[in-house]
């Protein structure tokens, strides 16, 4: 009762927030517990396994696990659940043959009733969801709870360990956790979880990279965006503002001592391609939107942008040297796994706090480089440019630590193993 007090204050404080920048426009009911009668009936019958997954990031990582699950259980009912709805668009899209709902809020008497009408057999949480109502509710419908790709990052553990009384007896009702390394096992055994029922089986982002064997079309990538065989393309991908202008100086600089150096920049969000237009004709080039790209020739004053939606992966192809946005600033860094499944070299800045075990494998083996400021980037990039050779040999380092490290889903699935086969 506390808690659902707790989280209806804290609702009332956030809806004006939530109102001003428009994200009621996602909201569905659902998240109120509110499901189609039609889902309800194609539910009812088999008690089936109910996996979750927060946003993009999670359901892309989610997908090995969930073939590997529809390879062995052919015959098993699989519900999908997001936050987001770029989550649960991306869910509908490649989870073939689930049912997608959205998450219900985590109220009591709302997971209740969602629990109690799906009754599943087993619920699945990617990462370190930690939703007290939601695996309440999953226990007394009898359904064993595992939370699979576990990670504690370090700001989630400071916060976690100011409520470790209250949460300790959260994470006794979870049957089972899958922790990506020895240190988030280390940390949600601090917590409170027992550790007998703490397992560290790798991170699914891993497979998630390899997922699929994606096709290489560099050549058609260059050929499109104008970029000949001696050019250097310098990419980077998943960019913030504040990490724009940084990049651009960058390029500014190098340009003249390299003609035949290239950038492309994709920012986060394709709507804020504009916006980059903006900086980049503020340094001093002229701006190229890879959607209206004609196969001319790309020059050395074009700064090509990205400004469509779900290619960037693939894009990465026809690149030589990526950066990764969002670790310039303070916002964690993205997946630098997308950029070594191409045999990439992979630059990053010091704030790459979401990707820690990646980061340490790729930098251990010195298959990545890590660059604290934009006069270090300078620096890094042009060691990198007077050396293709060892250019090379970096990438390919990058895509040896994916291989090495991929096989998670097989793994998760041996522990899940005796979850699936309840009855």
């Not at 309800?40 to 999670?58: C, F, M, N, Y």
Request: charged letters at 25%; aromatic letters at 10%; proline letters at 4%.
């Amino acid at each position: 009762m506390l808690y659902d007090l707790i989280f209806a204050v804290f609702a009332v404080l956030y809806m004006p927030y939530f109102v001003l920048k428009g994200k009621w426009r996602g909201f569905s009911r659902q998240r109120l517990g509110i499901l189609p009668d039609a889902f309800l009936a194609r539910v009812k019958d088999k008690r089936a396994i109910w996996l979750h997954a927060v946003s993009v990031g999670e359901v892309i990582a989610s997908l090995p696990l969930y073939d590997e699950i529809r390879k062995n259980f052919p015959s098993e009912k699989i519900i999908v659940s997001t936050v987001t709805s770029t989550g649960n668009h991306i869910a509908r899209e490649r989870f073939k043959g689930a049912e997608v709902i959205y998450f219900p809020v985590d109220l009591s008497f709302v997971t209740d009733k969602v629990m109690g009408s799906i009754r599943p057999k087993v619920v699945l949480i990617a990462e370190t969801e930690i939703w007290p109502n939601f695996i309440n509710s999953a226990k007394k419908a009898a359904a064993g709870v595992v939370i699979f790709n576990g990670r504690v990052s370090k700001d989630s553990f400071k916060n976690y360990s100011a409520v470790r009384s209250i949460l300790k007896s959260v994470l006794g009702k979870v049957d089972l956790f899958l922790m990506q390394m020895p240190s988030d096992a280390e940390k949600i055994v601090y917590l409170g979880a027992p550790a007998d029922k703490v397992k560290v089986s790798g991170n699914l982002k891993y497979d998630a990279a390899l997922f699929g064997g994606k096709e290489d079309e560099r050549d058609n990538f260059r050929r499109k965006l104008g970029i000949s065989g001696e050019h250097k393309l310098f990419m980077a991908g998943s960019t913030h503002p504040g990490e724009e202008e940084i990049i651009l100086r960058c390029y500014k600089e190098l340009s003249k001592e390299f003609p035949g150096m290239r950038l492309l920049i994709a920012p986060r969000h394709a709507e804020r391609s504009q916006a980059v237009a903006g900086c980049v004709k503020a340094a001093g080039f002229k701006p190229r939107f890879v959607s209206m790209s004609d196969h001319s020739p790309s020059g050395r004053e074009d700064v090509l942008i990205l400004d469509v939606m779900g290619i960037l992966a693939k894009l990465y192809s026809a690149g030589d040297i990526i950066f990764m946005g969002g670790s310039l600033i303070k916002k964690g860094g993205q997946n630098p796994l997308e950029a070594a499944y191409y045999s990439k070299a992979v630059v990053f800045g010091p704030h790459m706090h979401n990707f820690e075990g990646i980061l340490s494998a790729l930098l251990s083996e010195k298959a990545a480089m890590r660059v604290e400021d934009g006069k270090d980037l300078v620096k890094t990039l042009r060691m990198l440019m007077h050396n293709p050779e060892g250019t090379r040999v970096m990438g390919e380092r990058a895509r040896s630590v994916l291989e090495a490290n991929a096989g998670v889903a097989e793994k998760d699935l041996e522990f899940i193993e005796p979850f699936l086969e309840k009855a």
